[in-house]
């Protein structure tokens, strides 16, 4: 969507770039059913190569977005866009791959600098 991912990610890869690349991971994990899954990766990677799209189906979207709380409907505007919450969720990987949300940021534009500070400060944490 143009109106929430692709000023997010710009955004992120700016954090990222300030952040030990080793140590921190970025998920751009796409919710809509209709794009090609190979667009997805292509899509984070076009930001930064280091970047992850995942690609999910509907059931799996509807998993991640009611533990993660996005919500999400067509839009009104475009019937092959949807609309959404755009919160970035910062989880730290934990034992056995289980994964722990550790921040969520929901105004936007991001404070890169607070989001750069509590990410150096939560080593080993993984995007979404």
């Not at 030990?20 to 990677?45: C, G, H, M, W």
């Not at 280091?50 to 709380?69: A, C, H, S, V, W």
């Not at 936007?108 to 500070?117: G, Y």
Request: aromatic share 12%.
């Amino acid at each position: 969507c143009t109106t929430i991912c692709s000023p997010a990610v710009t955004q992120i890869n700016q954090i990222y770039k300030e952040l030990d690349s080793d140590r921190f991971s970025f998920y751009f994990i796409n919710l809509q059913v209709n794009t090609p899954e190979e667009i997805v990766d292509q899509f984070a990677k076009h930001f930064n190569k280091n970047f992850n799209g995942i690609y999910l189906n509907n059931d799996k979207i509807k998993k991640i977005t009611n533990r993660l709380n996005v919500k999400y409907v067509p839009s009104m505007l475009d019937k092959n866009e949807i609309d959404h919450t755009g919160f970035l969720h910062v989880l730290k990987k934990e034992k056995d791959n289980i994964y722990q949300q550790k921040f969520l940021y929901t105004t936007k534009p991001f404070e890169i600098q607070e989001i750069i500070k509590d990410l150096n400060n939560t080593l080993g944490a993984s995007l979404w």
